[in-house]
């Protein structure tokens, strides 16, 4: 099995900075794309960002966060981060990291980290 762990959530002010952590580990990884979702209150799971696990690094994002949020991985860590900048208030959520074998087909996310909370004051 593949385990995930999050990290990096918090509190911060509007316009303010996070950067969320994924770390990957088990006896077999299989996953070709990593990604990061988030489900705010009362609101269904959103796809924030993905980015493919191979030799080229692709990356995707919502229209919502584009210009402000930036994917990216470490192979040698078997880690994938999220840095969220000029964040607002509609960005709170609990952002989940993911692995998949399509970093674009939410439904080919297998596994699931627990979540982190980020809350974003105004």
């Known amino acids: 099995q593949v385990q995930l762990v999050e990290s990096g959530g918090g509190l911060v002010q509007a316009g303010g900075s996070l950067r969320l952590s994924c770390a990957a580990s088990?006896?077999?990884?299989?996953?070709?794309?990593m990604g990061w979702f988030r489900q705010g209150p009362g609101k269904e799971r959103e796809s924030v960002a993905a980015i493919s696990w191979s030799r080229i690094s692709s990356t995707y994002y919502a229209a919502s966060v584009k210009g402000r949020f930036t994917i990216s991985r470490d192979i040698a860590k078997n880690t994938v981060y999220l840095q969220m900048n000029s964040l607002k208030p509609e960005d709170t959520a609990v952002y989940y990291c993911?692995?998949?074998?399509?970093?674009?087909?939410?439904?080919?996310?297998?596994?699931w980290g627990q979540g982190t909370q980020v809350t974003v004051s105004s």
């Open positions: 993911a692995a998949g074998r399509a970093a674009t087909i939410p439904t080919t996310y297998d596994y």
């Open positions: 088990g006896r077999t990884f299989s996953s070709r794309a």
